[in-house]
């Protein structure tokens, strides 16, 4: 993966976000949002849907269906976070956000994960994440108002997963928070996301 940084190399927090080619393009306006001192690595996923995915399934949307490679991209991630007098926090947004969930349950690296409107309706997540313990103690969830109204049937279950998945964490004794964002999927990602390092980072 191509990596581009961001902030104070020395900063003491260090944030990790999977990222596009169109996060790319708004993660300078990311940056400039985000309140504390900070040194952002920002790594770009070769293919979104093979890469970010836990395990393989079918296609959701289109006919490109998920990989299931998100193991190797994590031994990747963890590769840039080794420096032992810095906090690490995950996070992004879209499938990179549920990515930062999944590995919040394979290493106790990160300090917090920052899920913006993460893919939460992939196919298996919330029972996989009631059957494994999370390794962070905190955990911040957004998503838009309008994401689950949607014709496509899966991703219509965003709003009642996220809302469960919030519910679980709680009950769990993680500190968490559920936000809610005007619009669809595809509005202010660059916003969503420094709001989300925002809340972890407070």
């Given at each position: 993966?191509?990596?581009?940084?961001?902030?104070?190399?020395?900063?003491?927090?260090?944030?990790?976000?999977?990222?596009?080619?169109?996060?790319?393009?708004?993660?300078?306006?990311?940056?400039?949002?985000?309140?504390?001192?900070?040194?952002?690595?920002?790594?770009?996923?070769?293919?979104?849907?093979?890469?970010?995915?836990?395990?393989?399934?079918?296609?959701?949307?289109?006919?490109?269906?998920?990989?299931?490679?998100?193991?190797?991209?994590?031994?990747?991630?963890?590769?840039?976070?080794?420096?032992?007098?810095?906090?690490?926090?995950?996070?992004?947004?879209?499938?990179?956000?549920?990515?930062?969930?999944?590995?919040?349950?394979?290493?106790?690296?990160?300090?917090?994960?920052?899920?913006?409107?993460?893919?939460?309706?992939?196919?298996?997540?919330?029972t996989y994440a009631?059957?494994?313990?999370?390794?962070?103690?905190?955990?911040?969830?957004?998503?838009?108002?309008?994401?689950?109204?949607?014709?496509?049937?899966?991703?219509?279950?965003?709003?009642?997963?996220?809302r469960n998945y919030?519910?679980?964490?709680?009950?769990?004794?993680?500190?968490?928070?559920?936000?809610?964002?005007?619009?669809?999927?595809?509005?202010?990602?660059?916003?969503r996301t420094a709001?989300?390092?925002?809340?972890?980072?407070?």
């Amino acid at each position: 993966m191509n990596s581009f940084v961001f902030g104070k190399p020395d900063a003491s927090t260090a944030l990790i976000q999977l990222v596009d080619d169109h996060d790319l393009e708004t993660l300078e306006n990311e940056v400039k949002l985000i309140d504390k001192e900070f040194f952002l690595i920002a790594l770009k996923v070769e293919d979104w849907n093979r890469d970010l995915s836990p395990w393989k399934a079918e296609p959701v949307f289109g006919k490109v269906g998920f990989g299931g490679e998100a193991e190797k991209t994590l031994a990747e991630v963890l590769g840039y976070c080794n420096d032992p007098s810095k906090s690490y926090y995950i996070g992004g947004y879209s499938l990179a956000g549920l990515f930062a969930l999944w590995a919040s349950y394979q290493t106790d690296i990160f300090s917090g994960v920052a899920a913006a409107s993460p893919s939460i309706w992939f196919p298996g997540f919330d029972t996989y994440a009631e059957c494994h313990e999370i390794l962070t103690d905190k955990v911040y969830l957004s998503l838009g108002d309008r994401e689950e109204k949607t014709r496509n049937p899966i991703m219509a279950t965003v709003g009642d997963k996220i809302r469960n998945y919030h519910s679980f964490l709680e009950r769990n004794g993680i500190k968490t928070i559920l936000e809610w964002n005007e619009g669809n999927h595809f509005k202010d990602a660059d916003i969503r996301t420094a709001k989300a390092f925002n809340w972890v980072l407070a």
